[in-house]
């Protein structure tokens, strides 16, 4: 073979080879590049999940604050039932006594 092949092949194989590193160079900062990217993803990710616990919780807490209203609110009302069969009872013992003096005030009176 001769010397001009050689020279050319060299070449060729110099140029290939700069071409390898030129592709190698690339993929690196691809991947440099897709590794930010993940990087920002998690971050955005991390961010969204505290999110979600917060308002969650949140939520569980107003749940709990709602449950607590109404339990409240039922003892309340159960309280004022009491309240109006303490009335009635007592509307009816003197509506009883108011009659039971009128009847005794006719009786003495005819």
Do not use: P
Not at 17 to 29: A, M, P, V
Not at 66 to 93: A, G, P
Not at 94 to 110: A, G, T, Y
């Amino acid at each position: 073979m001769t010397h001009s092949f050689f020279l050319s092949l060299k070449n060729f194989n110099c140029l290939h080879f700069k071409l390898w590193i030129k592709l190698f160079t690339l993929n690196c900062t691809t991947c440099l590049l897709l590794t930010s990217q993940i990087e920002e993803l998690r971050s955005r990710l991390e961010e969204k999940n505290k999110l979600i616990e917060k308002r969650t919780h949140q939520s569980m807490m107003s749940s709990q604050d709602k449950n607590k209203l109404n339990l409240e609110m039922q003892e309340l009302r159960d309280h004022i039932d009491i309240k109006d069969r303490k009335i009635n009872v007592l509307q009816r013992k003197v509506s009883c006594s108011v009659r039971e003096k009128l009847e005794k005030k006719c009786l003495i009176k005819c």
